[in-house]
């Protein structure tokens, strides 16, 4: 985590946006995702951490009064179903599909190819 007056990686805070919400027994406001944040964040960076992860599909927001609140989408309501969000948003950017699965397949390792086998039932 970046200190006092460092710029954070705008990673770092969307991760820090979806640990809070992942955590979180309901959707949150801004407000209450920078007071649980700390750490002198700025409501108008909350504010453009969320309405990015919106854009890319991660978190679902609805109306709370005049603000938004937000939660996390239900395939991205955990790191591993994030990364699987993540994986798909880049396999729908190519049109060579077969290609991108292709190279994928051959960048694992033989366990992971294992594993794989076993989720497609062969």
Do not use: C
């Not at 993540?86 to 991108?100: F, I, Q, S």
């Amino acid at each position: 985590m970046a200190t006092e007056g460092q710029r954070r990686h705008p990673g770092e805070l969307e991760s820090s946006v979806l640990t809070v919400l992942w955590a979180a027994p309901g959707p949150m406001t801004p407000a209450e995702i920078q007071r649980t944040l700390g750490g002198g964040l700025a409501r108008t960076t909350v504010n453009t951490i969320l309405s990015r992860l919106h854009e890319k599909g991660v978190v679902e927001r609805r109306r709370s009064g005049r603000a938004f609140a937000y939660a996390p989408a239900r395939e991205a309501a955990d790191a591993p179903g994030l990364a699987a969000h993540r994986m798909r948003t880049e396999l729908d950017k190519e049109e060579d599909r077969e290609a991108v699965l292709a190279r994928f397949v051959s960048g694992l390792s033989d366990a992971d190819e294992e594993h794989l086998r076993r989720l497609l039932g062969g």
